[in-house]
């Protein structure tokens, strides 16, 4: 198994620039999670999807940050207008209900925003 | 929600040591994970363990759901370990992640 796939590993980008991150959960498992890693806040989730459906959004920092699951294997986390406070580090994970909901976590993307 | 405290916050070994992180948890769960956050940022899964004793090489871990506790033992410790340990539980649904304990090894 490829484990949870997710690209770019970094990306540079300028303040008011869309940001589009991708994510390929494992095969076979029906849920996804977005996570923030910051130094101030920690691990942060800010979304959920199972079965491709969003679940609880009530952790995106503000409309500036979208998400979606248009398949099983594929999800983005699109962040419009970036600003520099979005500089951090995302990670998507991903669980099955049938292998107890043990999480497995991407190799995250570092993201700046200068 | 549920709280999730680690400790210690931080901790230096000497290569060869042992050592023993606790988590502690405010409510019954459903599941109880352990990570190592490694230098580069990975988050390596170590051990789900909702309850009882598991164990993976140098590492072991026992949680004690009735007490709301879960310790994580790495014996024999190496520089490799060095990086971030993380419990996290789910209670209904989502994982609520602790702080962490900061482990350095040195050689």
């Known amino acids: 198994d490829a484990g949870v796939i997710q690209s770019p590993r970094h990306e540079v980008t300028e303040m008011g620039q869309e940001v589009t991150l991708r994510c390929k959960p494992i095969?076979?498992?029906?849920?996804l999670f977005w996570y923030r890693q910051t130094m101030m806040r920690g691990l942060e989730l800010l979304i959920y999807?199972?079965?491709?459906?969003?679940?609880?959004d009530s952790g995106m920092p503000e409309d500036r940050f979208s998400a979606k699951m248009p398949n099983a294997s594929f999800s983005t986390l699109k962040i419009q207008p970036s600003e520099p406070r979005d500089s951090a580090v995302y990670f998507c994970?991903?669980?099955?209900?049938?292998?107890?909901?043990?999480?497995?976590f991407g190799p995250g993307t570092r993201l700046t925003v200068t | 929600g549920i709280q999730v405290e680690q400790s210690p916050p931080d901790l230096i070994l000497q290569e060869g040591a042992n050592s023993t992180l606790r988590c502690n948890f405010s409510?019954?769960?459903?599941?109880l994970q352990w990570f190592h956050q490694n230098p580069w940022g990975q988050l390596i899964n170590l051990f789900y363990?909702?309850?009882g004793t598991k164990q993976n090489g140098r590492l072991s871990a026992t949680t004690v759901a009735t007490e709301r506790y879960s310790l994580l033992y790495i014996s024999s410790s190496q520089t490799t370990d060095s990086g971030v340990y993380f419990c996290?539980?789910?209670?209904?649904?989502?994982?609520?992640f602790g702080k962490g304990t900061m482990l350095l090894v040195s050689p």
């Open positions: 994970a991903s669980s099955s209900r049938d292998r107890g909901y043990e999480q497995y």
């Open positions: 095969s076979g498992h029906d849920y």
């Open positions: 999807f199972n079965n491709n459906v969003p679940i609880d």
């Open positions: 409510d019954s769960v459903n599941n």
């Open positions: 363990i909702p309850s």
């Open positions: 996290a539980v789910r209670g209904y649904s989502t994982l609520t």
